[in-house]
């Protein structure tokens, strides 16, 4: 049929939806400015993973850091998150965490933060690996701040064995199966091994955890970055505090009459004059896994957090994720070429985010600035996080009002210069492939243990084989895109806009590959980690083999 046959409504509503998407995919690349006065040049954020690249329990950024982060920083982000660096030494998550020194004021506690703040920033060229030329670029670098609380594993965690972590109150984590109500006896098994019953904090371990993240900001802004966000998500400690499960506190910190009073110390006490400069970025990652799973009134509740957060006139982006350990919902894998339905949400917690915006620019925030002492606010910026994994979801999530900002996580890590992709593909990304075969002599050690174990499984009747919690299954697609990144920092960056440069295929060999690995650094240093590595392995041979042989 030629075009003067089509009937001219339908030509018109064609033109309409075209001019529609090209509005929604201009609106990526268009630059928006936060409250605090610095201007983000496009939407694109590389959102916070977690790197596991350093020492054992705890240290600064390394070579492969640096090689890493090189990748995103090439790729055009216009805010580039890092992964969550523990403002306690004693309170990791799995050992091999980013980890803020005491002396902050120390040039050479400085120097390795400075170097990941010039290379994401493009100021410092990763010579060894890189093909960029280090001009610089005009991207935002924001460190993430994170005490884990009663989520620091024990052993892994940084503290001696018998050393309980801290937390709002005395309530240990509770793995469940999945759809379970009660914990099974393997989950329960698993839940103590990993985690022990934490000490209920005192009022001085609240002032300490506090002036550490306070600690963490000074370090951050001396160093070259940006901003910080401070992690309210995911079960870590802050987040304890907001939620009345892990928080059966009396006082004043209680989460039933004040459960913001914590985040709210802690970002006072960031903006205190002095401490950083007034436009220096503060963000706020809040859990809203919860609220979406729950009913109304829980989601009701948080948007009133939000409201709160914003009345405060302290924070310039809030962003929305959720899950935690006892319920991993964000560490869970998502297809990357998987298409959602119109009947489901077109990303993990879009409808939160997009009544979490509306309610701002709803409130009298949004209408006018908010005057503090140091500096006039208007409302946070909204970041969603989760699902966004094909351009039609990100346009979606910007056009429909879900969000201001889109952070991107494991896509960031297939297609670390996504942004430079899009841009010169006109809205297209290359399509997943599945990973090569690895012919080096450590895989193909580790593929023959996974192939002995789950044969070793199949021989447990059904009926009696234990019930994992998710964290375990949702683990599998952590380990794998965390392997991912660590093949990602030892290549040069040179952008293929034509494949990706990774593929990642969950399996459950990629945790013994993530527990398989010696950070760079003296050798000394080195020689602790291959016999950490060799004795986790060990362990979870021995442990496959105690439960075959009780069945």
């Known amino acids: 049929m030629s075009s003067s046959n089509i009937p001219r409504t339908t030509r018109e509503a064609g033109l309409q939806d075209a001019s529609q998407e090209f ?136 503290r001696s064995l018998f050393k309980p972590p801290l937390a709002p109150s005395a309530i240990p984590v509770q793995l469940k199966p999945s759809h379970a109500r009660k914990q099974s006896v393997f989950s329960k098994l698993i839940s103590r091994a990993l985690f022990q019953v934490p000490r209920a904090m005192t009022g001085g371990d609240i002032n300490d955890v506090v002036e550490a993240f306070v600690r963490g900001a000074q370090l951050a802004e001396r160093s070259g970055f940006d901003g910080v966000e401070v992690h309210a998500a995911h079960g870590y400690l802050v987040a304890e505090f907001i939620s009345p499960e892990s928080n059966q506190r009396t006082d004043s910190y209680s989460a039933l009459t004040d459960p913001l009073r914590f985040l709210r110390r802690i970002v006072s006490a960031i903006r205190t004059s002095g401490v950083v400069p007034k436009d220096f970025v503060v963000g706020v990652k809040l859990n809203a896994a919860d609220y979406v799973r729950s009913d109304g009134n829980d989601e009701t509740r948080v948007l009133g957090h939000v409201k709160e957060i914003a009345e405060w006139g302290m924070v310039d982006f809030i962003e929305v994720s959720g899950g935690s350990y006892e319920t991993p919902d964000f560490m869970l894998a998502i297809d990357s070429t998987e298409q959602k339905s119109s009947n489901n949400r077109e990303a993990l917690f879009a409808r939160f985010s997009h009544r979490a915006r509306a309610a701002l620019l709803s409130s009298s925030s949004s209408s006018s600035q908010i005057a503090t002492d140091q500096i006039s606010y208007h409302r946070p910026l909204i970041m969603l996080t989760g699902g966004l994994n094909t351009p039609s979801l990100m346009m979606s999530a910007l056009s429909n009002g879900h969000a201001d900002l889109l952070g991107i996580g494991r896509l960031s890590v297939e297609i670390p210069y996504l942004p430079r992709v899009l841009a010169e593909s006109g809205g297209t990304i290359p399509p997943a492939s599945p990973p090569p075969i690895s012919l080096r002599l450590l895989d193909r050690a580790l593929i023959i243990l996974e192939v002995w174990i789950r044969a070793l499984w199949s021989f447990i009747p059904s009926a009696l084989r234990p019930q994992f919690p998710p964290l375990i299954g949702a683990g599998v697609g952590v380990a794998a895109y965390q392997v991912a990144m660590r093949k990602l920092a030892g290549m040069p960056v040179r952008p293929r806009v034509s494949e990706r440069m990774v593929n990642v295929d969950p399996k459950w060999v990629d945790v013994m590959r993530l527990w398989a690995f010696v950070a760079p650094g003296p050798w000394t240093t080195r020689m602790v980690d291959v016999h950490i590595w060799l004795g986790v392995i060990g362990a979870v041979v021995i442990g496959v083999c105690w439960v075959v042989m009780c069945s």
């Open 23 to 158: 509005d929604a995919f201009h609106e990526i690349f268009t630059p928006i400015q936060l409250p605090c006065g610095r201007t983000i040049p496009n939407r694109l954020v590389k959102a916070s993973l977690y790197e596991h690249l350093s020492t054992f329990w705890g240290g600064p950024p390394n070579t492969d850091h640096l090689g890493l982060y090189s990748h995103w920083a090439y790729g055009g982000w216009g805010m580039v998150l890092t992964g969550n660096i523990q403002v306690k030494g004693d309170h990791l998550t799995l050992g091999r965490d980013l980890a803020v020194p005491q002396d902050v004021d120390s040039q050479q506690a400085q120097k390795p933060f400075r170097e990941l703040a010039g290379v994401i920033h493009g100021k410092i060229q990763h010579t060894d690996r890189s093909d960029d030329n280090g001009t610089g670029n005009d991207n935002l670098a924001i460190m993430q701040l994170s005490h884990a609380g009663r989520q620091s594993t024990t052993f892994f965690g940084g």
